[in-house]
């Protein structure tokens, strides 16, 4: 049995932007499930409560950062909590900038979460086996072990992984905050953390730790390429031989089609009747439910709205008038760059039997889009895993993507002549590409029983985080022996 202490900054059911929170809450479940004790070190960000004090640490105790608590909180399958409650940085708004932007502060809020984590784990009496930190937030997490806890008996027994689930973003802030974070110039190398005369707290994480993973196989190669590095290629290629692709896997305790309260009525693959009425209560909801509207295919959308997300084609399409000229429905829900609201608001206003959109964050209609679409919608520039795919298979929802990251790694595409895969896949990032895929999509939806095979297909497919979980815990093993602890 391993003690594995998580550090993340967003955990389901507390807080979530995107799919690391949903990681952030199911990928603990999945190994406690395993049978390991697993530690998950998060913000206490605002409208969070409970939990029982266990440290706490004074202003100024490592650096600048004002008074903080760690509180903790079991939950019933035995995935610890530790709340890291400082609300100066924590309780605010959201979670990483606001209408102005990021919140300047952001180096320091984060290096908190991943000093107060790894001084929580020493004053407890913890002896982590293995510490795992995730993105740029908890990059300073293993540079933190070697510098300020080398030799400390908490951590004899430790290895360290981190896992990158997004490299666009980077935490890159001037070198002024290294002495403010308590760290000493000589980790400000090109073998350290320094990128292009930065502080980089995504290339601490990938250069400080025995393992680095991310979460698709076709994502770990593809970041190793000038298009897709975002300027690490060269620093990920450096270490090709630790980088190790694990796909995310769906929270089926969250997402299941046969049991899933926050839809208006269940499915299964062996009946799809019930399908049907979601899309029925999906149309009302967004008002497309017109006389006639019904037999129309329902292409859906729940995303942030920014360039990854393929948006920049969405809206040449649109421009050309060719993604409104198609015979379907559209329903679209999302934040994100105020011109891509404006678009779809727009559309909306012009078509307001076939398009509807509500800007803002809803889990319920989350549930409902994927639940009640024909179609799901992902033309991603880049997508390091994607979940959003996965919860349509399993929704019975065919997936329309573009071939890259996680996208390319679980959606397989309709072969022409035998009409086998679960969904349509386009490779070139063209809006001319996006459209072809989607009218090959809907010249086959036209066709019922061809339609029912794709979907079942895709219902089929296992997605879940056991196997997952399970490849986890050989990277932890790999990762304990590359620290001489096996
Ligand atoms: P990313 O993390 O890059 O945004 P993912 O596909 O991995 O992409 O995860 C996105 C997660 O966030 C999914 O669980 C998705 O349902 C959810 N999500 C995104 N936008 C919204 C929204 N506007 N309302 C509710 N859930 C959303
Ligand atoms: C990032 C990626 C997304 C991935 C998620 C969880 O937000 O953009 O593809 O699924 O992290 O790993």
């Known amino acids: 049995m391993l003690d594995i202490l998580m550090v993340v900054s967003e955990a389901v059911p507390y807080s979530k932007t995107g799919g ?78 606001d209408a102005r932007g990021d919140y300047p502060d952001n180096y320091m809020r984060f290096a908190l979460l991943s000093r107060a984590a790894l001084e929580c784990a020493a004053t407890t009496g913890m002896r982590p086996s293995i510490v795992h930190a995730h993105d740029w937030q908890a990059g300073l997490v293993p540079v933190y072990l070697r510098e300020r806890f080398r030799g400390h008996p908490a951590f004899d027994a430790v290895g360290t992984v981190f896992t990158i689930h997004n490299l666009a973003y980077q935490g890159n802030f001037g070198r002024e905050v290294l002495p403010q974070l308590d760290l000493p110039w000589d980790v400000f190398t090109g073998e350290g953390l320094e990128f292009w005369d930065k502080a980089s707290f995504l290339k601490a994480g990938i250069n400080y730790s025995e393992i680095v993973t991310t979460v698709s ?88 709205m920014v360039d990854q997300k393929g948006l920049d084609l969405i809206f040449a399409a649109v421009t050309a008038g060719a993604l409104q000229a198609l015979d379907a429905s559209f329903v679209i829900l999302g934040t994100g760059a105020p011109k891509y609201e404006a678009m779809w608001r727009d559309l909306a206003a012009r078509h307001p039997n076939r398009v509807a959109v509500t800007v803002g964050f809803s889990e319920e209609l989350a549930h409902l889009i994927e639940g009640g679409s024909d179609i799901f919608f992902m ?108």
């Open 20 to 97: 690391l929170g949903d990681v952030g809450g199911a990928l603990p479940a999945a190994l406690a499930h395993l049978g390991h004790r697993v530690t998950v070190a998060t913000p206490r960000y605002r409208g969070m409560d409970g939990g029982q004090a266990v440290a706490a640490f004074g202003r100024g105790a490592w650096f600048g950062a004002p008074d903080c608590r760690v509180l903790e909180s079991v939950h019933d399958d035995g995935v610890r909590f530790w709340f890291v409650d400082c609300p100066a940085y924590y309780d605010r708004e959201e979670l990483y900038a």
């Open 217 to 304: 196989r076709r994502y770990a190669q593809e970041i190793q390429t000038a298009e897709q590095g975002f300027g690490f290629e060269g620093i990920l290629r450096r270490r090709a031989a630790v980088l190790v692709g694990i796909r995310n896997g769906v929270d089926v305790r969250a997402w299941d089609p046969a049991n899933d309260p926050l839809l208006p009525a269940r499915f299964n693959a062996a009946d799809l009747a019930g399908k049907a009425e979601v899309k029925r209560a999906l149309l009302a909801r967004f008002g497309l439910d017109a006389p006639g509207q019904w037999a129309r295919p329902v292409i859906g959308m729940v995303s942030r």
């Open 379 to 486: 033309p991603s520039r880049f997508e390091p895993c994607g979940l959003n795919q996965m919860y349509s298979l399993r929704y019975g929802t065919v997936p329309v993507v573009r071939a890259t990251g996680g996208l390319d790694d679980t959606v397989t595409d309709v072969d022409e002549s035998t009409g086998e895969g679960t969904g349509f896949k386009f490779r070139a990032y063209t809006a001319e590409a996006m459209m072809e895929a989607l009218r090959r999509a809907l010249s086959w939806y036209a066709r019922p029983a061809a339609w029912r095979r794709i979907q079942l297909a895709g219902m089929a497919q296992d997605n879940s985080w056991e196997a997952s979980a399970r490849e986890y815990v050989e990277v932890y093993a790999r990762a304990r022996e590359r620290a001489g602890r096996g």
